[in-house]
């Protein structure tokens, strides 16, 4: 299958967020194999023997994303945002359900090398006390947290994420810089 455009998914966006049910249908195969590789990307930077299947993971996120009725959708990039704060939820309630190792009981520590390219990491940092350095971020700098959000869960470009969030690249890439310095601080407390 021919790569979808941009233009063609937003139009199928809109059309779905209109009502248009056949809109939904017509959209789900021309963005699932980019669903499937966001998923695939955070389930690989799991521990080894993390029970959560690629699949499972985008069917999840289908799943709430299919119920969300009265969402706006602004453009693919909006849509794929969403769908990475969906597996970001999805990933973060499951380790939650999962029996807690002993403190520093196989954890390891965040480099800044790791946190200087967060989005290029071959594995995650705990992926609970991410969460937790994020939401933190979040009551601090809200933006900064989105960008990190839309960059290392969404693994959108700096320039899809300038567009999401309505900001200059620019402005993206000095804040990207900034969340990053702030949650290698975080995380090194742990």
């Not at 009981?105 to 290029?120: H, I, N, P, Y």
């Not at 350095?133 to 979040?138: G, S, T, V, W």
């Not at 601090?140 to 470009?157: A, H, P, Y």
């Amino acid at each position: 299958m021919a790569t979808p455009s941009t233009h063609e998914v937003t139009q199928l966006l809109v059309a779905w967020s209109d009502g248009d049910e056949a809109a939904l249908e017509r959209l789900m195969p021309l963005v699932y194999e980019e669903l499937r590789r966001l998923a695939r990307r955070y389930i690989s930077r799991e521990r080894p023997g993390h029970t959560l299947q690629t699949t499972a993971l985008v069917n999840e996120a289908y799943l709430r994303l299919v119920d969300w009725k009265n969402v706006r959708w602004q453009n693919r990039s909006h849509f794929y945002a969403v769908a990475a704060q969906m597996m970001r939820r999805i990933l973060v309630d499951f380790a939650r359900s999962r029996p807690l190792p002993k403190r520093d009981g196989g954890a390891r520590r965040v480099t800044l090398d790791e946190a200087g390219s967060v989005a290029q990491a071959q594995q995650d940092p705990d992926l609970l006390a991410l969460d937790e350095a994020l939401n933190k971020l979040a009551a601090i700098d809200e933006r900064k947290s989105r960008i990190v959000e839309l960059k290392f869960f969404g693994g959108l470009s700096v320039e899809e994420t300038a567009e999401v969030l309505g900001v200059a690249p620019v402005t993206v890439m000095r804040e990207w810089a900034k969340a990053k310095a702030w949650l290698y601080r975080e995380l090194s407390k742990q």
